[in-house]
């Protein structure tokens, strides 16, 4: 009985404990941006668009969060495709994106 008891608990501790870690599986774009972006877009490297430059970014919000996800994939001028770092999911580069264009709304 104890030992069903403490197995339930147990679950239960389990189960509680994804829960919490599932939120952090999802892609955070402002730590993808901060691991994988800000080295060339914070300082404007080869004339890269400024993170929170709303200027900068107005043509780009124009062209539409999916082909800026695009080019980001397929890689644009002096950016290499997916700005050089394979192991980035789809989801983390669009996160990413929408991180950019959340800063310049
Ligand atoms: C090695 C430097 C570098 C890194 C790292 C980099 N970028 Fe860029 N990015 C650039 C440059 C340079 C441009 C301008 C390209 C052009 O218009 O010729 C650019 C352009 C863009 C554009 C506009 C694309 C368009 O269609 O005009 C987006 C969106 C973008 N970057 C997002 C990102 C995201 C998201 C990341 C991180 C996952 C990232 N960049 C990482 C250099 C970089």
Do not use: Q
């Not at 668009?49 to 644009?76: C, F, M, N, Q, Y």
Request: proline fraction near 5%; include cysteine; hydrophobic fraction near 45%.
């Amino acid at each position: 009985m104890t030992v069903a008891r403490e197995r339930i608990a147990a679950m239960a501790a389990l189960v509680a404990l994804v829960a919490l870690a599932t939120p952090a599986l999802a892609a955070d774009g402002a730590e993808v941006h901060g691991r994988a972006c800000k080295k060339c877009h914070r300082t404007g490297v080869d004339d890269a668009p400024i993170t929170g430059d709303r200027e900068a970014w107005a043509p780009l919000v124009k062209t539409g969060r999916e082909a800026l996800i695009k080019s980001v994939i397929d890689g644009k001028g002096k950016m290499e495709p997916r700005a050089n770092r394979p192991e980035l999911t789809d989801e983390e580069i669009a996160a990413s994106v929408d991180y950019f264009l959340e800063l310049v709304k």
